[in-house]
């Protein structure tokens, strides 16, 4: 039951963060923080299906830095 509820608490998170509702503004935004979030929406259908093998991510990015932009859109 912890494992579900911290599950459910970070899908909770990335949402938040994804969506990014309340952030009309241009602002210093961390392109690593947009991508897990994304990933983190998608876990699940990444997963292996009947009818597919699972969808392995390999994450290899280096130091970005942070991107003026308007949070949503990029998103």
Same mark, same amino acid.
């Given at each position: 039951?912890? %494992?579900?509820?911290?599950? $459910?608490? +970070?899908?909770?998170? !990335?949402?938040?963060? @994804? !969506?990014?509702? &309340? +952030? !009309?503004?241009?602002? *210093? %935004? &961390? ?9 983190? $929406?998608? *876990?699940? /259908?990444?997963?292996?299906? #009947?009818? /597919?093998?699972?969808?392995? %991510?390999?994450?290899? !990015?280096?130091? @970005?830095? &942070? %991107?003026?932009?308007? #949070?949503? *859109?990029?998103?």
């Amino acid at each position: 039951m912890k %494992v579900g509820a911290t599950r $459910i608490l +970070e899908i909770i998170k !990335s949402m938040d963060n @994804f !969506s990014r509702l &309340d +952030e !009309s503004e241009i602002k *210093q %935004v &961390d392109i690593h923080e947009g991508i897990h979030s994304t990933l983190m $929406i998608w *876990q699940n /259908r990444l997963k292996a299906k #009947p009818e /597919r093998p699972a969808i392995e %991510v390999i994450k290899e !990015s280096g130091n @970005f830095p &942070d %991107v003026e932009c308007y #949070p949503g *859109q990029l998103n």
